[in-house]
């Protein structure tokens, strides 16, 4: 939707008046889309954090600040005119349903209006962790990579032990990164990739898989497959094997839990991201991002691209409800591609269909593209196509 439209004039008077829960790429690609089209729409941002965090570029902290992949909300808020609320919204079933016929939604002591209300918290790791040198992905969001690998190093003894456990896309990218900063550092050091799988990756074509083990191999990366993580809440966190063995987390040096996000609850939506409760659908409540799963066609992975693109699907979406038609369309998408980064000047992934695999530094460059085009859309220069 490139035309601007004046919300006003839809609303019988009032600017359209938007409220956001969840500052991620679904609710942050919803909200850009949202004030492009419709300037003089008020659009309200809920999320509990002073900053985004651009996670696709997470495991590129071991060797950078953090500050590097984190935007204000302050500076957003200027760049795209929305009012930031700093607060951990409480959402369940009927909440959802109060929302929608109060058209109205409490934080704190205050109560706020709305037209429509976009749900897009994502989703996230929430175990709880009570072992030292143990840090699962929303400890890294929080801690710096790089000093973690600093102290790694500083510690004295013979080779040290880093257990990563997950070996989905977010640990193999780690897994790389780390074996590049700790080499650079002239470390000793051992990495052992756990994963509950005897094949990595083997959601994606095998081409991929094959090729992060080959590379793994060439770098003396271990993949130890059929390992389980155990966290007990009377017990200490160790790895079960398929077979019955045990190791304690506590043996190694370093551990790092990456073994996936899940969303507190999924939201079930039409095809137009309506949420739909009991067959009834919330026609005032939207939701996007990993938080949501869509009817009908269009992609439901817990990826960025996906998440991007569901948030620009509700946002157009939600200016036709608000409009004389009240027609929504369908949410059709299909991603386009998936790429890994292996480290510097290298990747591996496929663009356009599956059967097109990509590797090295054409991957790389694919993937350092797709980046930027986020950094661009962030800055307020929108190069995505549909």
Aim: net charge negative; proline share 4%; with cysteine.
């Amino acid at each position: 939707m490139h035309d601007t439209i004046d919300s006003s004039e839809i609303q019988g008077g009032h600017p359209l008046h938007v409220i956001i829960v969840g500052g991620g790429y679904a609710g942050l690609s919803a909200l850009i889309t949202l004030r492009k089209a419709a300037p003089d729409a008020r659009i309200t941002l809920i999320d509990p954090k002073p900053w985004h965090l651009i996670i696709t570029r997470l495991h590129e902290t071991l060797h950078s600040p953090l500050e590097s992949i984190r935007i204000s909300y302050k500076a957003l808020a200027e760049r795209f005119r929305f009012d930031h609320q700093q607060y951990a919204v409480d959402i369940d079933e009927n909440r959802l349903k109060d929302w929608q016929d109060q058209r109205t939604i409490k934080i704190d002591t205050e109560t706020l209006p709305f037209d429509f209300l976009l749900i897009a918290t994502g989703a996230s790791s929430s175990m709880p962790l009570r072992q030292p040198h143990l840090y699962d992905l929303t400890a890294l969001t929080l801690n710096s990579g790089a000093e973690i690998l600093e102290r790694f190093v500083s510690n004295d003894g013979p080779e040290k032990t880093i257990n990563l456990i997950g070996g989905g896309p977010t640990g193999i990218q780690f897994a790389f990164e780390i074996d590049h900063v700790l080499k650079a550092m002239h470390a000793d050091f051992r990495l052992n990739v756990y994963d509950a799988h005897v094949k990595l990756l083997g959601q994606f074509p095998h081409a991929l898989g094959d090729y992060v083990e080959q590379r793994m191999i060439g770098k003396r990366i271990a993949f130890m497959p059929e390992w389980h993580f155990e966290n007990p809440a009377d017990q200490t966190a160790s790895l079960v094997h398929k077979q019955g063995e045990r190791r304690e987390i506590a043996d190694s040096h370093l551990t790092l839990l990456l073994t996936g996000k899940k969303p507190k609850t999924l939201w079930h939506a039409n095809s137009s991201g309506q949420v739909c409760l009991d067959k009834q659908t919330l026609t005032r409540i939207f939701t996007a991002g990993d938080c949501s799963h869509y009817d009908l066609m269009g992609s439901n992975s817990m990826t960025a691209q996906s998440a991007l693109r569901k948030g620009r699907a509700a946002a157009k979406n939600i200016l036709l409800q608000a409009g004389l038609t009240r027609f929504c369309l369908p949410y059709m998408h299909r991603d386009i591609g998936y790429v890994l980064s292996l480290g510097p000047s290298d990747a591996v992934g496929w663009v356009g269909n599956t059967g097109n695999i990509v590797k090295g530094v054409p991957a790389y460059l694919i993937k350092e593209t797709t980046e930027m085009q986020y950094d661009l859309l962030l800055s307020g220069v929108d190069s995505y196509i549909g």
